[in-house]
């Protein structure tokens, strides 16, 4: 019989590429999006589609009861919607902190819950987790976006072993920079908040790296991250984490360096930021 998978987040990015893989794999896909409209391509293509706000507590029952009443099962969940707050953590605002860990952790904490009962009944399942290399090594700018990913790791951690005995597997992908308009929505939500004059530097190497755009030097494309994650699903006994992209593979190694190390490198970087006379041009403009 073939087996159904479900992926949140898939109007654009890694979602869309990972719904195109497992169709062509020849899985039953159920490609979601807060619009129907932006996985309409999908749904001509075979995939089935529905709109799904993660946040939407409804929504989600709904999808979930729907798949299993035309499948009769659900074999993968695929955690895929979410987005970067970027900006210095005194400068975020508490209900922009909210927004992101309603969307990054509540959402997928929300479809776990939906479909472990039926695939404990069915004693096999895998759920998949896109997390990210923020998600095991923050750097200044990110902070709020990362504990949202930090607390996503912490829960699959412990998720592993909870569901282990009823055959379903919980996989985390941590993939680095991505070829994704990924960085124009952490653009967009940057310039939402009000900027202090305590972070300027910092700002500026924000700024630069959303100029950068395209998810930056060392970036990968957005189906080698799909492959990723249709290999964890296809296999009896994958890993319990799967970094994908060089650059990811060396962050993780920054997680083994001291704290106090990696804190005097960041503190170096940004001075050496505010020394450059091109910086200060732009700040003088």
């Not at 096999?124 to 090594?137: A, D």
């Not at 990696?262 to 041009?281: M, T």
Request: hydrophobic share 40%; charged share 25%; net charge negative.
């Amino acid at each position: 019989m073939t087996e159904t998978v479900l992926i949140t987040g898939c109007s654009s990015g890694i979602g869309r590429e990972t719904a195109w893989v497992f169709l062509d794999d020849g899985w039953e896909v159920y490609a979601t999006a807060r619009n129907p409209a932006d996985v309409q391509t999908l749904g001509d293509a075979g995939a089935n589609i529905a709109s799904l706000d993660v946040t939407d507590e409804d929504d989600v029952e709904r999808v979930v009861e729907r798949i299993v009443d035309e499948q009769g099962r659900i074999d993968c969940l695929v955690n895929n919607a979410g987005y970067a707050q970027l900006g210095p953590v005194e400068d975020v605002p508490i209900e922009r902190v909210e927004e992101q860990f309603e969307v990054n952790v509540f959402g997928p904490h929300r479809l776990a819950r939906a479909v472990l009962p039926h695939m404990r009944q069915r004693q096999t399942g895998t759920i998949v987790n896109v997390s990210s290399v923020s998600g095991r090594l923050a750097v200044p700018g990110n902070g709020v976006y990362a504990g949202s990913k930090f607390a996503m790791e912490g829960i699959s951690d412990a998720l592993r072993p909870e569901v282990g005995e009823y055959g379903i597997d919980v996989v985390l992908v941590e993939p680095g920079p991505v070829e994704t308009a990924f960085n124009e929505r952490a653009s967009e939500e940057i310039d939402g908040i009000e900027r202090s004059d305590a972070y300027e530097t910092l700002y500026s190497i924000l700024d630069d790296t959303e100029a950068v755009g395209g998810g930056g030097p060392g970036a990968i494309p957005p189906r080698e991250v799909a492959e990723t994650i249709l290999d964890a699903a296809n296999l009896t006994d994958p890993a319990a984490r799967y970094p994908v992209g060089q650059l990811a593979k060396v962050a993780m190694l920054g997680r083994f360096v001291p704290a106090k190390l990696r804190d005097r490198f960041y503190r170096l970087a940004i001075s050496l930021v505010a020394k450059n006379p091109l910086n200060r041009g732009n700040k003088d403009d």
